[in-house]
């Protein structure tokens, strides 16, 4: 301010600039809240397009939908227009199928009508049907009653046709002959020869065939070969099926005649790998022939019947038997003692001969007996022959026997005193008063002796009351022949070969004294082989013997079947005579 009071123009000036200062601060201010403002509307204005964006996107969609919607909809009145076509059709369709249905419903009263009345027609007739079969059941049950009448009738009349088969055969002195036709083996479907598979298989067939326990059937068409139908009739016929137990069951009412004074043989014969030793032994191997009591639905003839004749014994007085073994093969034509031991104890094959004695029987000098006390030590000593018995593998069997295998038991009898038996065998009616006896004592053992051997009753052969009767020795010869050999079928050579000459040749002398003694002719060549010469005794007529005919059943063995067949049909016709008990004084034999 001026010295004079009043305002200078430099203040006013300042004032004027603070207030200018301060309207541009304000103003300043409110450009800051108008930017700041501006960029929040900026803000608004960026979200508000945003938002006019997805808004747009949504209005896209809508109008897409309310498009999509529209062509529905159209074609859904489309698809409504069809429908309603299709349900005025099915309405036509349904009343036409009502129509029919009432057409249907009036066909089907008129067939119920008629069948119902075809029914009840049915039924009449049914009723009818029903009498007759009543009456045809009747008839049937009737004819029943008779064919289990005529089929009792039967067993008794082949009871009895087998009781006179029996007393026939045992008064002409008839061989029994038992054929056993083995199982297909596989060695019967392997090759040996360079042959087609077909053909092959045609020589596996089987041709042989038991048609029942008496009758064996052999059918074979060969191309080229006339027509084979034959039959053969024997004692028995084993089918392939039919076990060890079996076989020897029919073979054991054989044993019992031996304790009561008979001589016993039974052998097998067939040709090579029929089963002859399987039948007689069991089932060998070529490491282990050992026989075993054990093994007992296997075991064969031997070994059974050893055990069965050791039973019998057992029943008997204790020291009144006792039994000796021998065991001896014929191997090209030369007999071989194989339980002879050398000066150490081991036992070794050695060479025997065989002679006739004055009494006209057969004998092996120096043949070596052993006393056994039961069945082990029987099968122990035939192990030991049979370790040396000689075996050779050809095509047609592995384990091919290539001797005559012969086990002989001797049994001694201690004989009964003829005082106790005299009187009773003063007469027939005295022999027939014995019978009922014994019948009544022991019906079971008399009925079963009866069946097998109906002849032992009317024997000729009785204790002699004589003081001179003290043992009553009786033999059973168990033989297992080897086998015939075609030689083009085995396939053997050199020392085999020369073993199979020599087994056919005994086989051949076998068949021509059955043939000698069937025609009766004076003079019988047993001695034409070894193997004939040491079972003289047997096949001669002084024991009852049993061929037991192993067959194998396949084309390929056709010729040998036939062959063994034919055999034991001429060895079942042979009558040799009533064979006779032993009943005469023996000396004992020193070992």
């Known amino acids: ?228 139908n034959k039959t053969f009739q024997f004692d028995r016929v084993y089918s392939a099926a039919e076990s060890q137990n079996t076989v020897f069951a029919d073979v054991a009412p054989l044993l019992t005649s031996l304790l009561d004074g008979y001589n016993v043989c039974i052998m097998a014969y067939g040709q090579t790998g029929s089963g002859k030793t399987y039948t007689m032994l069991g089932p060998q191997s070529e490491d282990d022939v050992t026989l075993s009591i054990e093994d007992e639905p296997a075991l064969g003839i031997i070994p059974r019947a050893t055990e069965e004749v050791f039973r019998l014994i057992s029943e008997k007085p204790p020291g009144s038997h006792w039994v000796e073994v021998s065991v001896v093969e014929v191997y090209n034509n030369e007999i071989f003692d194989l339980l002879a031991k050398d000066s150490c104890g081991r036992v070794f094959g050695v060479k025997r001969d065989v002679v006739t004695t004055k009494e006209g029987k057969s004998d092996v000098p120096l043949l070596t007996y052993e006393t056994v006390e039961n069945a082990v030590e029987f099968l122990q000593l035939v192990d030991k022959g049979l370790q040396l018995r000689v075996k050779h593998p050809t095509l047609v069997h592995a384990h091919s026997s290539r001797s005559h295998l012969v086990v002989t038991l001797t049994i001694t009898t201690k004989a009964v005193s003829a005082d106790s038996f005299a009187p009773l065998w003063t007469d027939e009616q005295s022999s027939q008063r014995l019978s009922k006896e014994l019948f009544c004592t022991f019906p079971q053992q008399m009925k079963d002796d009866k069946l097998i051997f109906p002849s032992r009753a009317s024997s000729p052969a009785q204790f002699e009351s004589t003081a001179k009767l003290k043992h009553i020795k009786t033999k059973l010869q168990l033989v297992d022949l080897a086998g015939s050999e075609c030689v083009g079928m085995s396939g053997v050579t050199g020392v085999a070969l020369r073993e199979t000459s020599f087994i056919n040749r005994s086989l051949s002398a076998l068949s021509d004294v059955l043939g000698a003694i069937a025609e009766q002719r004076s003079h019988i060549p047993y001695r034409n082989s070894k193997l004939t010469h040491l079972l003289q005794d047997s096949i001669g007529g002084n024991a009852k013997l049993l061929v037991m005919l192993c067959v194998s059943p396949c084309q390929k063995y056709l010729a040998e079947s036939l062959q063994s067949l034919g055999f034991g049909t001429r060895a079942r016709q042979v009558q040799r005579g009533q064979v006779k008990k032993r009943n005469l004084p023996v000396s004992s034999k020193s070992k």
């Open 1 to 228: 301010m001026r010295p004079g009071g009043g305002i200078s123009p430099s203040f006013v000036a300042q004032q004027r600039i603070r207030q200018l200062e301060q309207k541009l601060r304000a103003k300043e201010e409110r450009i800051v809240v108008l930017e700041t403002e501006n960029a929040l509307l900026h803000l608004k204005l960026a979200e508000f397009r945003g938002l006019i964006g997805r808004d747009t996107n949504e209005v896209t969609q809508l109008n897409f939908v309310h498009d999509k919607q529209q062509n529905l909809c159209r074609s859904t009145s489309s698809i409504i227009i069809q429908v309603y076509g299709a349900i005025q059709r099915l309405k036509r369709d349904l009343k036409n199928l009502h129509s029919f249905a009432l057409e249907l419903s009036r066909d089907f009263q008129h067939q119920c009508k008629n069948s119902f009345y075809q029914v009840l027609t049915a039924v009449q007739r049914i009723q009818l049907q029903n009498e007759a079969m009543q009456t045809f059941q009747t008839k049937a049950f009737d004819l029943e009653l008779s064919l289990q009448e005529v089929n009792e009738r039967y067993q008794q009349e082949k009871q009895k046709r087998k009781i006179l088969h029996n007393s026939l055969v045992e008064l002409r002195g008839n061989i029994r002959v038992h054929c056993r036709i083995r199982p297909l083996l596989p060695f019967d479907t392997a090759s040996g020869h360079s042959v087609s598979q077909d053909w092959h298989r045609k020589l596996s067939e089987k041709v042989a065939h038991a048609t029942d326990d008496e009758t064996v059937l052999v059918k074979c068409n060969r191309p080229g070969h006339t027509l084979i």
